[in-house]
């Protein structure tokens, strides 16, 4: 144990817009979540703050044969119920995640079985080779298989449904902190895990994060210091907070992308005026609409700087970025006029459009002023904004239309995003949030080849090639890579991470 002796012990009080969705780690691939998940439970891999993968639960992986990982497993891990962590829990929690209720087989892609060869010891047999498996292992946590066989959670909660499982409410990992208590919108505190196997930087005996929806609400909490920290301070307010002697406001580039999807699947779209048929599947259409959309006003009115204007699904860090893949279509509202009437829509049409309303940043108010773009065009959007408990389950059963999402990229790889938004909905991660559900065979296949070929420079290209094709069909209509501040008191010493992750084992409060 490395707690920091002799340092005294601190709470950190954070908030930001939205609660995480559930306590099952196997469940909801969502980030927010994904990132206090981390404090409780912990992967075989990791990421440290340079983003260089670090053991955790692992000490040291193998590659036997090109479809043959062994990984060696650290001895004397507990979980928080005091059981040890063994071969079996590892097995058990990977095979979790490949189950049909899982949205995380993105990251279970190209793996056939995992299989046990002693209690510290495991082989991850994949169809393939795969260059970026223990990439995909840093978001796959593990649980113990005891705890969820005696609670009934052998598989993971449908996020699609309403019903919930023991894990969806409560938590026994690994990690440096213990799930106490959870009410849903409301509270959720962390305690420090006295028995961890790890070293920390950090001095927090307790976290307490408090989801607030409202902007203004989040920042009046900062600055009468009922919060320590906003992980998503409104761009509106930053001038007054970096001029707050009290306060600090840390900045970056976030490893994201700010899209909007389009259904191109179905024949008619529900709610629409346009009977018998979908505009969404006319290319002219969807390069219409993008054209419409003014990216420079909305970076400079609504994210006041804090986003850069994108033309691809990936942002910069990832690998198959390039700055030509990235160049958008030029906003021109007299082309996409054009488009429109060529198209068989001089009038336009209404559509339904919706959007969430505290995820991204001042993603309701985006929505908004494409939606007042949109009508220069004679679309009548019919905007409905939800809050992210409930929106992600809405647009994965394919309700909507015209929807926004933003999409990180864990594994800094193009094929994450790639396989999850672009490649036909199918097995294993295929299409996991493409819930336009756009398919193009050529694309597809790019992508099979990028799933297990090794050479790096030929991946690459596989990769632009798939992304190119995507930009060119306008698959989705991207708008911006988002730069994210975070705003603390000057006391919370912390590290700015492009995943917008908070590191809470190395978080100081003086």
Not at 116 to 130: A, Y
Not at 287 to 310: E, F, T
């Amino acid at each position: 144990m490395a707690w920091g002796a002799g340092v005294h012990a601190a709470t950190l009080r954070w908030t930001s817009a939205s609660d995480l969705p559930t306590w099952d780690v196997h469940s909801q691939n969502n980030a927010l979540g994904n990132g206090i998940h981390a404090t409780v439970y912990e992967a075989l891999y990791t990421y440290n703050d340079k983003f260089e993968l670090e053991p955790v639960l692992a000490t040291s992986s193998k590659q036997m044969t090109p479809t043959q990982l062994r990984v060696s497993l650290r001895k004397g891990v507990k979980f928080h119920d005091g059981a040890p962590l063994t071969a079996d829990d590892v097995v058990f929690s990977l095979m979790r995640a490949m189950e049909k209720t899982s949205n995380y087989g993105v990251y279970t892609q190209g793996i056939d079985k995992v299989v046990k060869v002693d209690d510290s010891t495991v082989d991850i047999l994949t169809k393939g080779p795969n260059p970026v498996l223990l990439r995909q292992l840093t978001e796959l946590r593990i649980m113990n298989k005891a705890w969820a066989e005696k609670n009934k959670s052998t598989s993971p909660k449908d996020i699609k449904t309403p019903e919930e499982n023991y894990a969806h409410r409560h938590a026994n990992g690994t990690g440096p902190f213990i799930l106490k208590s959870w009410e849903p919108d409301v509270k959720l505190v962390l305690t420090k895990n006295p028995n961890w196997w790890g070293q920390a930087k950090g001095n927090l005996d307790e976290i307490v994060y408090t989801p607030i929806k409202s902007e203004a609400t989040r920042v009046a909490a900062l600055l009468s210091g009922e919060v320590d920290m906003v992980l998503d301070p409104s761009p509106n307010d930053l001038a007054r907070l970096r001029a707050n002697p009290q306060l600090k406001v840390l900045d970056g580039v976030e490893n994201r992308t700010i899209f909007l999807g389009l259904d191109v699947y179905r024949d008619e779209l529900p709610g629409s005026n346009v009977k018998g048929k979908n505009p969404l599947k006319d290319l002219r259409v969807r390069r219409a609409l993008y054209q419409a959309i003014d990216i420079n006003a909305i970076q400079k009115n609504i994210m006041r700087g804090l986003a850069q204007p994108a033309g691809t699904l990936i942002p910069p860090q990832v690998n198959g970025w390039s700055a030509e893949l990235d160049k958008r279509l030029p906003y021109d509202v007299e082309a996409a006029k054009k488009q429109m009437a060529e198209a068989g829509y001089a009038s336009g049409f209404e559509v339904d459009f919706a959007c969430p309303n505290n995820r991204y940043i001042n993603d309701e108010e985006i929505c908004q002023a494409i939606s007042a773009m949109w009508a220069r065009i004679g679309v009548k959007a019919k905007l409905r904004t939800l809050p992210l408990v409930t929106y992600f389950p809405m647009i994965q059963r394919y309700e909507a239309s015209i929807y926004m999402l933003g999409w990180g990229v864990p594994t800094f790889d193009a094929l994450y995003s790639l396989q999850s938004l672009v490649r036909t909905v199918g097995a294993q991660g295929d299409g996991n949030y493409n819930v336009g559900r756009y398919s193009n065979p050529q694309a597809d296949a790019l992508i099979e080849r990028a799933k297990k070929e090794i050479d790096a420079d030929t991946r690459k290209q596989l990769l632009q090639k798939a992304l190119q094709i995507a930009k060119d069909d306008v698959s989705d209509i991207p708008l911006h890579h988002q730069i994210i501040p975070w705003a603390m008191k000057k006391n919370v010493q912390m590290t700015h991470r492009a995943d917008n992750r908070i590191e809470m084992r190395n978080v100081r409060v003086d």
